[in-house]
């Protein structure tokens, strides 16, 4: 069975950080492009970044980039999304998703991301100001 488990989410003063986890299982994990997306209330599905776990590339949205950092632990089958200088309009639902087919580049996120076959169930990441 394929799962994406998103953990690390929670509350955090704007200027802080937050470390996400994507924990996969049930594919193989070197062969996927890993997006992350946010979804805040009222608001379309939103690409963030994403990472081809076999060449490691990476793509950053301008809303991220500079502040949002990717890694991976391809023997944990885990991406991690790190954080930095949050925002309270980063407040949104984060989700992972992950591809075969898709390639990690700037049109990962189109159509809000509805091309990625596997998701997780989110976790939530509230900003205060």
């Known amino acids: 069975e394929v799962q994406l488990v998103e953990s690390g989410g929670g509350l955090v003063q704007a200027g802080g950080s937050l470390t996400l986890s994507c924990a996969a299982s049930g594919f193989t994990f070197d062969d996927h492009t890993i997006g992350w997306f946010r979804q805040a209330p009222g608001q379309e599905r939103e690409g963030l970044t994403c990472?081809?776990?076999?060449?490691?590339?990476?793509y950053f949205e301008d809303s991220v980039k500079g502040r949002f950092t990717l890694s991976s632990d391809n023997a944990k089958n885990t991406v991690y999304l790190h954080m930095n200088d949050l925002k309270p309009e980063d407040t949104a639902v984060y989700y992972c998703?992950?591809?075969?087919?898709?390639?990690?580049?700037?049109?990962?996120?189109?159509?809000?991301?509805?091309?990625?076959?596997?998701w997780g169930q989110g976790t939530q990441v509230t900003v205060s100001s």
């Open positions: 998703a992950a591809d075969f087919n898709l390639s990690c580049d700037s049109d990962f996120g189109r159509a809000a991301g509805s091309y990625f076959d596997y």
């Open positions: 990472v081809s776990i076999s060449n490691r590339y990476t």
